[in-house]
């Protein structure tokens, strides 16, 4: 069985411009959730989606945003990218929700804004 | 909102010593506690997690403990090898369709 794929694992971008990451879950799995991992901070929740509907969002501004296609693949979107917008970007995949089970983790996105 | 302290940052042990790790978190209605190993270049794997019935869980050489009470949770790594250097996180979540909050993670290292 496939395990979750994020799409591309490094990328760099200048301050302003905006990124598009996606992430395939593992086939089956309706939710997907983002986190942004950066050193000394950990993981830092972003939003889930379950069946295309976000069903929670952490404390990021609004150049944050995600959405969920009905194959269930997800993407993520940054806007007017920012020097502390550098982190490794990864996506989790479950079968029904991410406080319910088990998460699968991707290999993540490694973004550096420079 | 959830929130999850984590200690320590980092812990350094000997090839066959004990390694503990603790965690706190903040909402008292979270009833999942899972915790997650991180490798270099990899995602994190969960490695064990316990529900808010159970105090106590194993798994060979792991082990969680929870005080639902004092609102505390900590893995127990005994016999620890090489291998098991890496990222520990642990992570808290709440009523159902809340999302999964972690903590800032805890870097093991072993030496031989």
């Known amino acids: 069985k496939a395990g979750v794929t994020q799409t591309p694992r490094y990328l760099i971008k200048t301050r302003g411009q905006q990124v598009t990451l996606s992430c395939s879950p593992i086939?089956?799995?309706?939710?997907v959730s983002w986190y942004q991992q950066t050193p000394g901070q950990g993981l830092q929740f972003l939003f889930e989606y379950f069946s295309e509907t976000q069903r929670n969002k952490g404390n990021f501004p609004g150049r944050f945003s995600g959405r969920q296609f009905s194959n269930s693949r997800s993407e993520m979107n940054v806007s007017t990218l920012e020097l502390g917008d550098s982190a490794l970007y990864l996506c989790a995949s479950s079968p029904t929700g991410s406080n319910t089970g088990e998460l699968f983790f991707g290999e993540g996105s490694r973004l550096t804004v420079l | 909102g959830e929130n999850v302290e984590q200690h320590p940052s980092t812990l350094s042990v000997q090839e066959g010593d004990s390694a503990v790790i603790k965690c706190t978190y903040s909402?008292?209605?979270?009833?999942?506690f899972p915790w997650y190993k991180q490798e270099l270049g990899k995602g994190p794997q969960l490695i064990i997690d316990i529900r808010s019935n159970v105090g106590e869980k194993k798994d060979q050489r792991i082990a969680v403990t929870l005080n639902k009470t004092a609102k505390h949770f900590s893995l127990h790594i005994t016999e620890t090898q090489p291998e098991d250097s890496a990222v520990y996180f642990c992570a808290a979540s709440g009523q159902a369709g809340t999302a999964l909050i972690f903590g800032k993670g805890t870097t093991l290292s072993v030496s031989s």
């Open positions: 086939s089956g799995h309706r939710s």
């Open positions: 909402d008292s209605a979270s009833n999942y």
